[in-house]
């Protein structure tokens, strides 16, 4: 595989589960290295991983103001987290911190793995907006996201399906409002597809974003 990413440019990520995404995503942002092949870079790298692990026993706003060098964006999601350890945040909430954050700080590669999950749709029109803003100051762009942001990719590049043996899925029923994970609630309810390996993870983030589970069965 080779391809060049120029300045102001959006480069998608796409594939099934498994397929190598998330692992092309952290080689193109320098968190790790490549076993074959190289990849030269002159541009400072902002990684917004897929998940948010281990964050530290501090606020919220602590958490924000050290990682992008100035206090926590207005607005109701700050409003309400602020004051809140980052360590007991819900996924959704944290991956919102991390990406508000990502978003702050200066740099000429944005690589973002799935940066509209658990968003709205309004935080997804401000998200694509943003990410407009970068692209004119001359930022490249790389996104993998089953919702991506509306804005047309210079570049995609397909991974193909899954690589690896997918374990059974089960279909989780949520009661609720809003979106979660990139799902609108439809007449008060989202119905997902996850694996039996996520199923705990992906329950147990959907309660502590304030969601009540109907139903976890075999898929229709």
Known sequence: MTFDL??????????GNGSGKSSLLRLLAGCTTPQRGTIRST??????PQLARSLPAVSAGQLFSSLSGRPGPAGAFW?????SRADRLSGGTAR?????????????????DEPSAGLDAAG???LAAVLQGRMEDGSAVVLADHQPPA?????????GETAVPASPDVRVTLAG??????????????QLSVSLAERDAVLL???RSGWSVLAVEPPA
């Open 79 to 83: 409003d309400q987290h602020r004051d």
């Open 96 to 112: 919102r911190l991390l990406l508000d954050a990502a978003l702050s700080l200066p740099s000429g590669l944005l690589v973002l």
């Open 6 to 15: 120029s300045p102001g440019s959006l480069l998608r990520v796409e594939g």
């Open 151 to 159: 804005l047309p990719a210079d570049q995609v590049i397909n991974l």
């Open 177 to 190: 409002t809003g979106t979660f994970r990139g799902e609108p609630a439809r007449d008060g309810t989202v």
């Open 124 to 126: 997804s029109q401000r």
């Open 43 to 48: 541009a400072r790298a902002v990684y917004l």
């Open 205 to 207: 983030e959907a309660l």
